[in-house]
Structures are given as structure tokens and as C-alpha cells.
């Protein structure tokens, strides 16, 4: 069993935990529970075992599994009483899971508000780990948390400790030492995400991208470890899991996005078997690699979804780095490789599409624009795509293969697009320039859930993170002037092992190179790229921009 499984019960009939892994399911059929319930949507953390992977295993061994998901901020009485007969309609003992087992208590206690005494509740779940003081008052209150009533209070608050929610923590302690931040992350884990490309090549090892999150915090930020639920900027309040409130004077929100794994039918099925991988999850990245290295012939699929994504160029990287090493195995010739992707361009930066397209010729790719991956079979080995034809309508089409790297579509996490923050298209709602929130002048949106145009990368949030850092100061009155963000982002397409073309932009793929050209050619590849990748980028993120030391990444000013 998974060392990190906390088993707390809650009854007789129920017990709660964290995350599951499909070897825990053996151990909890051996402690007796006849049911798994899980209260976690898929795809909600970049390292996450899909309830369908549970499934398969749960039925194996005679369980039943199920999902039944809620946003924990705003557990109602009717939603307790909700999951009160579905779980009764279980065999039992039953274990109910999510990231923590916060939500799953949270379900339980409305549902048992009738039962038992409210200080009860409160005993019981405390006994289990998790606070629920803030649900109880929901109840008290008739199902809707008072904001008034706050657990906390603090100066900045940051929603999210990413490559943006780390970034801008140390930025702004840099500039303001004592300042009283509060950052908000429920994660044990941070991911330097980036690596995942190299990890799937066999470059980096895969420890080598992750880092224990209570390492990574900087000294004197109040670490809140919670997932926030829902926005009240109205009242200068977050409402995090367990209805806990928590005030600020200044928010900064970088939750990053949601990769969302379900809407290819199959796909949750199949992820790590079968041929199907996707560097842009952590644990499958070192998967690609395997398969890359067995494979000796065959057909070899890399899909890539409508954009916006993160990383646009991170499909097309993973298909690179596997025909170079097909090649310098000498059996290339004997892999068919296609690039199925649902946009029109292979890269939205036309000046450098020259130097891919050299790579897509010596690797003897097939290239189909307008494709767009709808269903997976694993066990078949085939894949569906909806296929965009020139006479506007669609067909379907279903190929066989060998390996498949999916890329999922992204789009904004389900707690932002449900929330005052954000536009219609459900990404919050940022002014592309002072990156201050378009309504609420005392948020601050920054890294991948903005809904600037710029290429969703750590790249930008490294230039986006001083910018915000110096207008939440600014507007505190402790500098003069404000900075603006002009759209920069990179991305260092690996097209073969030792060399990139390093794409550097801003707005509208504009040409932005930081380097003379002597020195790196963005529209070539370049060796000195590579070695950039894989020797300073690694460095320059956890030692210089994740510790504030903002070397070429000064904010430039407004014009007075
Ligand atoms: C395979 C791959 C390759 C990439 N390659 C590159 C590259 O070469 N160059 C580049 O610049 N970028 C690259 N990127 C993109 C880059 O990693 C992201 O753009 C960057 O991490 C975005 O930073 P962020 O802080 O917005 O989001 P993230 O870094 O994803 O962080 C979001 C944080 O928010 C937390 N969070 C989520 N929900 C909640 C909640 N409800 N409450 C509180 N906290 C929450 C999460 O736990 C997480 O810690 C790549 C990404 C992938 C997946």
C-alpha cells in the first residue's frame, strides 16, 4: 500500500483518505471495505491516478467504485444529504477518497447534521485531520458561508505555489521584506514542468522535476495547505475547502489549468498501458521514454489538442526527441510517424516553422492539420479523431498504432470558471499589460490561468511575476510607477537531442530574441540552446527565479 495512505474513519460505515493508487486497492479489499467512492474530479492534479484506473482494479477484486464529486467551499445541506443516500445505497464499510480526504469529511458532515450534535461533527472530523468549523457554520447559517466570520487575514494573499505563485511570493519579498503574504496550495509537491520533456526523452531523470513544496516556500510566507473553492472579491475573501474563509487587501491568482483527460473517451482507461502515454503528466513521462526505447517499428502517433495550451510547442517536442533517438538507433525507417494536430500551423510563430519543417522532412513525418483526437481503445490499439475537412463539415477517422503521446485539451480550472473572476470563455479576466484583474482592482491574475494571448509558459510568468510583484507594491504605495508585461513567452523546441530552436516571442508571435544572434538564432537550431536547456534553465528556475533574483526579467516601466 502507498506509505502516504491515511486511513481515518468516520463511522462504522465510513472511512476517509487522500489520493488512492491502484496498488492500494488490493490492501483495502484485505482491510474489508466493499466500496470506494471518490469525491475528486480526474485530471484536478498533474499527478493523479483517474478513478477509472481504480475502477478496473475495484472490479477485479469484487469492489465497487464510484464518483461523485463537489466543490468544497460551498457544500450546501442538500448536497450532504445527497451523498447521505448514495452512500447508503453502497455496500458497506465504504472509503470515500479526494486529494486529502478534506472534501470527503466535508460531504460527510452536513449529511450526519441531523443525526449527530454539531460539536460532535466538529470532534469526529478533527479526530480525522480536517477542520470543520467553517462547514458547521455554513450549516448553522442555512447553507451559505459568512464571509464575516474569517479564519484568517493577511496583506497579499496567492492562490496557487507554481512557477507564478512562487515566482511572485519572492519578487515581492524582494522589494518588500516584511510584507504579509499568504500563499495558498494544497500540493506537497512542486513540478518543474518544463523537465517533463526531457524526462520523456531520457535527458533528465524524472526526480530531477519535482521538489517537496515545504522546501521550496520562502521563509516567512504563511503557507495555507488548502485548496481554495471559491472567490468572494466583493468581500476581499477566498473560501477554501471546509468553508474556511480566509480576507486579504491584495490577490494574486495562479492556479495554473486543468488538463482535461476525460473529454477523449477511453483515454483515463488506457493512460500508462497499452502503448498511450503523455508527458504532461509526471509520473507517464518516464513511460514515454520506455516505449521509446522499445519501439523498433511500427506506427508511432503524437496528437496535439486546440489550443490555448501550455507549452504549444511540448507535443511536437516529444515527437522530436523520439525520431532523433529512432534514428540514432538506425531503425527510423521503420517507424511511421504522424502529427496529428487539431490546429492549422505547426508553430503559431511563422519565422521559425522554416527550421521544423527541415526536422519534420529528415524524420519523415506525416503531417495532418484540422485533426483532432476524440476516443482512445487501448486494449485495440486504435484512436478516433474528428478530422476537419475543406468543405467546413467533419468526419471521422480511425487509425491503428504502436504508441500514441496524447496531449489533452486545457482550459481553465472548474473553481475559476465558475467564479466572479472570470470572462465568458472561463479564464480569469487580465489586463495583458499592469496584469491587474480587468474588474477587481485588487486582484491580480498571473502564469496560465490569465486570459492574455501570450503562449501559456514558465517562461512568461517569469516575466509576468516582478510586473505583478511591482503594481500590487505600487498600488500600496510603496514604488513609484507601474510596470507593464509585454506579452514575452518562450518555448526551446528540442528537435533533437544536442539542439533547439529556441522560440522567443510576445504578442501576436512576434520575433522577441534575448540573446544576439551570434550567439543563439531563434529561426535555427542551435547547440548552444540545447545547452542552455539542459545545463541554465534548470538552475535559472529553482535557484534564480523561484528565489527571487530576477535576471533578465527586470519589469519594464510605463511611460510617465
Ligand atoms: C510537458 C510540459 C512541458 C513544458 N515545457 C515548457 C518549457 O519548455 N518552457 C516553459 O517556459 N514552459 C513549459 N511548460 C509550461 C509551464 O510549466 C507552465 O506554463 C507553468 O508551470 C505555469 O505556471 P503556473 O504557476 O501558472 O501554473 P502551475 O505551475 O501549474 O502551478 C499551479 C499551482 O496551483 C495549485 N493549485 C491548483 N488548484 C488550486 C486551488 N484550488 N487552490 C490553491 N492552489 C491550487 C497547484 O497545486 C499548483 O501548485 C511546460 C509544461 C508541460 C506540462
Given amino acids: 500500500m502507498d506509505k502516504c495512505l ?3 474513519s468516520l463511522n462504522s460505515h465510513l472511512s476517509v483518505t487522500g489520493q488512492i493508487a491502484v496498488a492500494d486497492v488490493q490492501a483495502l479489499a484485505d482491510l474489508g471495505f466493499k466500496s470506494i467512492v471518490c469525491n475528486r474530479p480526474d485530471g484536478e492534479g498533474a499527478y ?15 469492489l465497487q467504485a464510484r464518483y461523485l464529486t463537489v466543490e468544497t467551499g460551498k457544500v450546501t445541506d442538500a448536497e450532504g444529504r445527497a451523498f447521505g443516500s448514495f452512500m447508503g445505497a453502497l455496500p458497506q464499510p465504504a472509503l470515500a477518497y479526494c486529494r486529502s480526504g478534506m472534501r470527503s469529511t466535508t460531504l460527510w458532515a452536513p449529511a450526519n447534521a441531523a443525526q ?9 472530523a478533527a479526530k480525522a485531520g480536517h477542520d470543520m468549523k467553517g462547514v458547521v457554520r455554513r450549516i448553522v447559517n442555512g447553507g451559505k458561508t459568512p464571509v464575516e466570520v474569517s479564519e484568517a ?5 496567492i492562490v496557487g505555489a507554481g512557477a507564478a505563485g512562487i515566482a511572485v511570493a519572492v519578487s515581492l519579498l524582494a522589494r518588500s521584506p516584511d510584507l504579509d503574504i499568504a500563499i495558498v496550495d494544497p500540493a506537497d509537491t512542486h513540478y518543474y514542468q518544463p523537465g517533463w520533456t526531457m ?27 488548502a485548496a481554495v473553492a471559491t472567490f468572494e472579491p466583493e468581500r476581499n475573501a477566498i473560501v477554501l475547502g471546509g468553508c474556511r474563509v480566509v480576507n486579504y487587501k491584495q490577490l494574486i491568482v495562479c492556479p495554473g489549468l486543468k488538463l482535461d483527460w476525460n473529454s477523449i473517451e477511453g483515454l483515463s482507461e488506457t493512460l500508462g498501458r497499452n502503448g498511450v502515454t503523455s508527458n504532461y503528466r509526471y509520473d507517464l513521462a518516464p513511460y514515454t521514454w520506455e516505449l521509446v526505447q522499445q519501439m ?5 502517433i503524437f496528437t496535439q489538442p486546440p489550443m490555448p495550451i501550455k507549452c504549444a510547442g511540448a507535443p511536437p517536442k516529444a515527437m522530436y526527441l523520439s525520431a532523433d533517438h529512432w534514428r540514432r538507433e538506425g531503425v527510423l525507417k521503420n517507424i511511421n510517424i504522424q502529427f496529428c494536430n487539431a490546429g492549422a500551423v505547426m508553430f503559431g510563430v511563422a519565422d521559425d516553422v522554416p527550421a521544423l519543417m527541415e526536422y519534420v522532412k529528415a524524420y519523415g513525418i506525416t503531417l495532418d492539420f484540422g485533426r483532432n483526437l476524440a476516443s482512445i481503445n487501448g486494449a485495440a490499439k486504435t484512436a478516433t479523431f474528428s478530422q476537419n475537412k475543406a468543405d467546413g463539415t467533419k468526419e471521422s477517422v480511425t487509425q491503428g498504432f504502436d504508441m500514441i503521446h496524447v496531449v489533452p485539451p486545457q482550459k481553465a480550472p472548474d473553481f475559476i470558471c465558475v467564479s466572479p473572476l472570470a470572462d465568458a470563455t472561463g479564464w480569469v479576466d487580465v489586463d495583458p499589460a499592469s496584469l491587474s484583474h480587468k474588474r477587481f482592482e485588487n486582484v491580480f491574475p498571473l502564469g496560465d490561468v490569465g486570459n492574455t494571448t501570450n503562449v501559456k ?8 511575476a516582478p510586473v505583478v510583484a511591482h503594481n500590487v507594491l505600487a498600488t500600496r504605495g510603496l514604488v513609484k ?5 509585454d506579452e514575452y513567452g518562450s518555448c526551446p523546441l528540442t528537435v533533437e537531442r544536442g539542439k533547439i530552436v529556441l522560440a522567443e516571442f510576445t504578442y501576436g508571435g512576434k520575433l522577441a530574441p534575448s540573446f544576439p544572434k551570434w550567439l543563439i538564432d531563434g529561426t535555427e537550431s542551435s547547440a548552444v540552446a540545447w545547452y542552455s536547456k539542459e545545463r541554465i534553465l534548470p538552475p535559472l528556475y529553482w535557484d534564480a527565479m523561484l528565489k527571487g533574483r530576477e535576471w533578465m526579467a527586470q519589469p519594464e516601466m510605463v511611460d510617465q
Avoid: N
Fill in 199 to 225: 524526462v520523456g526523452a531520457g535527458v533528465f531523470d524524472a526526480s530531477f522535476a519535482a521538489r517537496k513544496m515545504a522546501a521550496l516556500l520562502p521563509y516567512g510566507v504563511h503557507w495555507i495547505r
Fill in 48 to 62: 493523479q491516478v483517474g478513478l477509472k484506473e481504480i475502477e478496473l482494479e475495484a472490479l477485479r477484486l469484487g
Fill in 457 to 464: 509558459t514558465a517562461a512568461a510568468a517569469r516575466k509576468q
Fill in 153 to 157: 487575514t493577511h496583506e497579499v494573499v
Fill in 481 to 485: 510607477g507601474q510596470a507593464k508585461y
Fill in 116 to 124: 449527530l450534535p454539531l460539536p460532535q461533527i466538529i470532534e469526529i
Fill in 6 to 8: 491515511d486511513i481515518k
Fill in 296 to 300: 523498433r517499428g511500427g506506427k508511432a
